[in-house]
């Protein structure tokens, strides 16, 4: 029905341009549409949602998720905007998958990333994954310029779980 432009009747606007969808569907799919639609709210009476903070493939991407048609190619392009946006329209079942993705590629390259990610967005297994990544197989020496930048910018609790961790993990010689 959304590839075909049947009964479509609303229009999202993104940052860089706009998208038509059905509000039965994203209503069924976040508690956060349905209040949309639900109540005299500005989305329900001109028909429009603004989701200025979503690129237009991103935003098309979630509607792809949400209606069953994406493909895992765009689903891993887009995953981080993707989580972001299940947990901001409370999307449960699509902020799992979105986890799920990202422990399975931790890396040098992303763990810090992640693990910011993980404490953003309250990803427990995430967390949990990267902790494992960065103390138990001692990778968090392969980080000492990052580090600083990391810690700078981190929440003061996420810095006392990573310092706990430290010191559960070390072993002196």
Same mark, same amino acid.
């Given at each position: 029905m959304l590839s075909e432009s049947i009964q479509i009747d609303v229009t999202i606007h993104t940052s860089d341009g706009n !998208?038509?969808?059905h509000k039965a569907v994203l209503s069924a799919t976040s508690p956060v549409f349905a209040s949309m639609f639900l109540h005299d709210l500005r989305e329900n009476q001109s028909s429009t949602i603004d989701i200025n903070d979503m690129s237009l493939g991103s &935003?098309?991407?979630?509607? *792809?998720?949400? +209606? *069953? /048609?994406i493909n895992q190619d765009e689903f891993w392009k887009h995953r981080v905007a993707l989580l972001a946006s299940a947990d901001k329209y409370d999307i449960t079942d699509l902020k799992n998958c &979105?986890?799920?993705? !990202? @422990?399975? /590629?931790? *890396?040098? $390259? +992303?763990?810090?990333e992640r693990l910011h990610e993980a404490w953003l967005y309250r990803l427990a297994r995430l967390k949990k994954a990267c902790m494992s990544y960065l103390f138990k197989f001692g990778k968090i020496h392969d980080f000492k310029d990052d580090i600083d930048v990391f810690f700078r910018q981190? /929440?003061? $609790?996420?810095? @006392?779980?990573?310092f706990h961790e430290m010191l559960a993990a070390w072993k002196p010689i």
């Open positions: !998208l038509r969808a &935003c098309s991407a979630l509607l *792809g998720y949400i +209606n *069953g /048609d &979105c986890e799920e993705s !990202l @422990v399975e /590629d931790i *890396g040098l $390259e +992303n763990v810090l981190a /929440d003061r $609790e996420l810095m @006392v779980k990573m």
